[in-house]
């Protein structure tokens, strides 16, 4: 345990965070942005990622993108989560990518997975180990595997 150590409330490993980016790709980060332990932003040909000023990555995630990522200003997103915005292949001709847009001020449980196609609206919560496969409203808590929507009118700090 001698490799673990806390800072501000966070557990690091001493491991970097990493980006990816394949020709053409652009990474636009809006202001100031914590990628902590393990974080791993991937952004295929042509891709685009854009992500808000005051978001937090905890640890572990992947964020992929082979089309269109957009995460929005002050979200916090907890370990382990996945959000990517292809299946990276097609079913019964079906496109294997579909952007994904998370509002401003989203939680994202530890977890949990967003995938292709869904956009979650402002304020919204994403409970731990949710698997989203459609739209989240705004202000709406939503857990489960797929997602349902708990509760409306949420509130987090």
């Known amino acids: 345990m001698d490799d673990l150590h806390t800072s501000v409330g966070r557990v690091s490993r001493g491991l970097g965070a990493s980006i990816e980016l394949e ?7 809006e202001g100031r942005t914590h990628l902590a332990d393990g974080t791993r932003l991937l952004l295929g040909s042509r891709a685009q990622m854009v992500i808000g000023n005051g978001t937090t990555f905890d640890g572990d995630q992947r964020v992929i993108a082979a089309q269109r990522v957009v995460i929005g200003r002050d979200c916090s997103i907890a370990w ?5 915005d292809s299946d990276f292949h ?7 990518t579909a952007p ?18 869904v956009t979650v609206g ?3 919560m994403i409970a731990a180990g949710a698997v989203v496969t459609r739209d989240v409203p705004a202000n709406a808590s939503v857990a489960g595997v797929p997602a ?8 987090w700090q």
């Open 122 to 124: 402002d304020g919204a």
């Open 148 to 155: 349902r929507v708990l509760s409306e009118d949420v509130v």
């Open 80 to 84: 382990d989560v996945l959000i990517m």
């Open 90 to 96: 097609s079913i019964n001709g079906e496109a294997d």
């Open 23 to 29: 020709k053409g790709a652009t990474l636009t980060i």
């Open 100 to 117: 994904v847009t998370i509002g401003d001020h989203v939680w994202i449980g530890a977890g949990a997975t967003i995938l292709k196609g």
